[in-house]
């Protein structure tokens, strides 16, 4: 059922958002720091997670998986928004770091299709 994608969701996001605002109140910042990176990285751990006993039925599988790859764009929209003012205001650093962080990430893109060689991919 798509109900329980949308409940675990929901508690990733409850999870992230205050351990995020608990690391920020740690180092000093008035801020939530990581909250939605660890909602993100939490919620593809219990998306994923495979015990004996605990079986679901291939609908409510469907339902988890959904919300899951639904969650990744909206979160990236969310992070892309956060402080781009405050961002371009502070100089050619944030900018800098912005850039060299997409290009890293376009040129690993080749090294993990590498990886992935000789197994089969999703259509």
């Known amino acids: 059922m798509?109900?329980?994608?949308?409940?675990?969701?929901?508690?990733?996001?409850?999870?992230?958002?205050?351990?995020?605002?608990?690391?920020?109140?740690?180092?000093?910042?008035q801020a939530n720091v990581g909250g939605v990176g660890i909602a993100m990285l939490l919620?593809?751990?219990?998306?994923?997670?495979?015990?004996k006993g605990f079986q679901i039925g291939a609908v409510t599988e469907k339902g988890i998986h959904f919300w899951s790859a639904m969650?990744?764009?909206?979160?990236?929209?969310?992070?892309?928004k956060q402080n781009v003012i405050a961002a371009l205001s502070s100089g050619w650093?944030?900018?800098?770091?912005?850039?060299?962080?997409?290009?890293?990430?376009?040129?690993?893109?080749?090294?993990?299709?590498?990886m992935h060689i000789g197994k089969e991919h999703d259509s």
């Open 93 to 114: 650093v944030a900018i800098v770091a912005g850039v060299a962080a997409v290009v890293i990430s376009f040129g690993f893109i080749p090294v993990l299709d590498r």
């Open 43 to 51: 919620l593809i751990v219990l998306a994923n997670v495979k015990r």
């Open 2 to 29: 798509v109900i329980y994608g949308v409940a675990l969701l929901s508690f990733c996001m409850l999870v992230g958002m205050y351990l995020g605002d608990m690391l920020g109140s740690l180092i000093g910042v």
């Open 71 to 80: 969650y990744i764009p909206i979160v990236v929209a969310m992070a892309a």
